[in-house]
């Protein structure tokens, strides 16, 4: 009996770690039907939410995000933001202002669990559901809800009647059930920024004033009737309002915007991709929009050849909302914008299809993850971009991603500077988070070029996303996949640069011949996040050899790093040595300058004690 006891916890402890191995993830089929009321901005919709628990948990609770809700005075956001010190100005006492007819809400009016009532109660931007009965593991259930909305004054991302006079920027607005995942729920309340959502099938009808053009993630199914830029001619309702009905395939969510003056562009990429462009044209913006789809289209075959191929057949950019933000198969930006500002934005958006919308990281918790590697590849693009003159007269930056280091390292000299694990609703200023996800998140990978050298580098980040797309990366996952690729090991980065606000300081201490006429210089590692050093040693007559000396802890080193042929310095410098001896052979009889990482990547923070000229 002992003995099958054994071999069963044997095998109940191997299919955990399986699924742990595997990392199970949630699945939905969301079908939603909304009608709308443009005159009092307000939606009555329908929602069947077929979800799989493929968890090994019996789940007897679910929970929903309702967005809208945060537009109304006294909520978390509006708390949030006038205490903080640096509130966002697009938000600040905005919402505490808003009158019953201009918040925004969302209210649930039944919820049934397979045809049986749930109860629920409405905790701010949080709906708690205690359910009929547990839905047991690896098994589904049908969740119908019907629910009303009002479509808040446009203050953040979502709302009505913008800046720019776009009508409906419909972000974060429908019941959006919470991720449940390794870690539990995720029952954020919207406080600010970030998102996490459950992978599933969307199939939308919007139903709303026949003069209105929609623009949204997915696949229009009824082309041709409601026409504008889909199907031929304009729209053929017959009533007062026409239909739009969309799919989105594999996503985690779902947005769209509405306006009766939106010019419908489209255009095919050579990559294949249907390329949709709303906005209302002006005297302004209409050349900037004009060129913007050769320059997208340019930007897919890019990205698509360095970063992974896009997987969907569409992606629409919707001019609304405040700034840019990131959906599935869409973006809402602003479009009162020259050509760079528009190029720019549309960008940066576009490229969270790869750092969000397809590696569907937890945001909240790992926000760096999302925005870091989408500024780093964004500016990769449009330097790209630049050498294609195909910015106006923007000329391409020898180093791209040296502002980024530069911006990083004044903020690193603060007191402000709070380490990248911080959730992101509860950064103490918007400074800290905003400077940590998107300059810090980017500097990241500048680092990690740095210390693996460019060619592995590059292979590892498309590695990573061939490895975790449609799935929900964490940290952890990200840095195995460097170190696989590399054959280094990395987790004393990951823990210095992640989980600490400590800096890298190095500098050159003393040049001198020694006894046997070899140069001996000694560097010294001030700052405590220890690193590999790259040093550059130059002679009397201007050739340059580049020496690495790796950390011990890496357990190897680059060998290649772009064009620059590399010397491996004999010696491995352990972490906790305070200088290290890099001797240069005789054979360079005259040292006229060293530098420290003239490439400017490592993230120094006294760069003055970088170099030594004779």
Not at 42 to 64: E, I, M, R, W
Not at 192 to 216: H, L, Q, S
Not at 407 to 428: C, M, N, V
Not at 560 to 572: M, S
Request: proline content about 4%; charged content about 25%.
């Amino acid at each position: 009996m002992q003995r099958i006891i054994f071999i069963a916890l044997l095998l109940i402890s191997s299919n955990l770690l399986h699924a742990q191995a595997d990392r199970w993830q949630q699945q939905i089929e969301c079908t939603m039907n909304i009608d709308f009321d443009v005159k009092n901005h307000q939606f009555a919709g329908t929602q069947k939410l077929v979800y799989y628990n493929n968890s090994p948990d019996a789940l007897d609770k679910v929970y929903y995000h309702l967005y809208f809700n945060a537009f109304q005075p006294g909520s978390m956001m509006d708390m949030r933001n006038q205490s903080l010190p640096d509130a966002d100005g697009r938000v600040k006492g905005r919402i505490g202002s808003l009158s019953k007819s201009e918040m925004g809400y969302l209210k649930i009016k039944s919820l049934k669990q397979d045809g049986k009532d749930t109860r629920f109660a409405h905790e701010g931007t949080i709906l708690e559901v205690t359910l009929e009965k547990p839905i047991l593991p690896n098994s589904k259930v049908v969740l119908d809800m019907e629910f009303d909305g009002q479509v808040p004054v446009q203050i953040r991302r979502s709302g009505r009647n913008s800046s720019e006079g776009i009508d409906y920027s419909m972000s974060q607005w429908y019941p959006k059930m919470c991720e449940y995942d390794y870690q539990g729920w995720h029952a954020n309340p919207y406080v600010g920024r970030e998102f996490y959502g459950i992978w599933g099938d969307f199939d939308v009808t919007i139903n709303i004033d026949k003069d209105y053009i929609v623009g949204a993630t997915g696949y229009i199914q009824n082309p041709d009737e409601v026409g504008h830029g889909y199907g031929k001619g304009k729209s053929r309702a017959t009533g007062d309002k026409i239909s739009w009905h969309f799919v989105a395939p594999n996503v985690h969510d779902f947005v769209w915007g509405a306006d009766p003056d939106y010019k419908h562009v489209t255009k095919k990429a050579k990559s294949g991709v249907e390329m949709h462009f709303f906005y209302q044209e002006t005297e302004d913006n209409k050349d900037a929009w004009a060129q913007l789809p050769d320059i997208m289209d340019e930007v897919f075959t890019f990205a698509n050849e360095n970063y992974g191929k896009y997987p969907y057949n569409a992606y629409s950019f919707i001019q609304g909302g405040d700034g840019g933000m990131e959906y599935p198969m869409a973006t809402l930006i602003t479009g009162n914008r020259n050509l760079p500002s528009l190029v720019g934005v549309s960008v940066h958006e576009l490229m969270h299809s790869w750092y969000q919308m397809i590696l569907g990281t937890n945001e909240a918790l790992y926000a760096w993850m999302d925005e870091g590697f989408t500024s780093h590849t964004s500016a990769e693009i449009m330097n790209h971009l630049r050498s294609k003159k195909m910015i106006g007269n923007q000329q391409a930056i020898d180093n791209v991603h040296a502002g980024a280091v530069n911006s990083y390292i004044g903020f690193a000299k603060t007191d402000y500077e709070e380490p990248l694990s911080t959730h992101a609703d509860h950064f103490k200023t918007n400074s800290a988070y905003g400077v940590g996800s998107y300059v810090k998140g980017a500097v990241c990978l500048t680092q990690l070029e740095y210390i693996l050298g460019k060619e592995t580098f590059d292979r590892a980040l498309l590695q990573y996303y061939e490895t975790w797309k449609f799935k929900h990366p964490n940290v952890n996952d990200f840095f195995r996949i460097m170190e696989k690729e590399s054959g280094l090991e990395l987790d004393w980065f990951k823990e210095y640069w992640v989980n600490t606000t400590e800096t890298i300081d190095y500098g050159v201490k003393t040049v001198e011949k020694n006894s046997r006429k070899q140069t001996k210089i000694v560097l010294e590692k001030i700052g405590v996040m220890p690193m590999p050093v790259d040093v550059v040693v130059t002679d009397n007559k201007g050739k340059t050899t580049t020496y690495t000396i790796p950390l011990r802890i890496m357990r190897g080193e680059k060998t290649k790093d772009g064009e620059a042929k590399i010397e491996v310095a004999e010696n491995d410098w352990p972490w906790t040595n305070p200088t290290y001896e890099l001797i240069i052979p005789a054979k360079i009889k005259k040292v006229a300058k060293v530098e420290i990482d003239p490439s400017i990547r490592m993230a120094d923070i006294n760069r003055d004690n970088n170099s030594w000229e004779d």
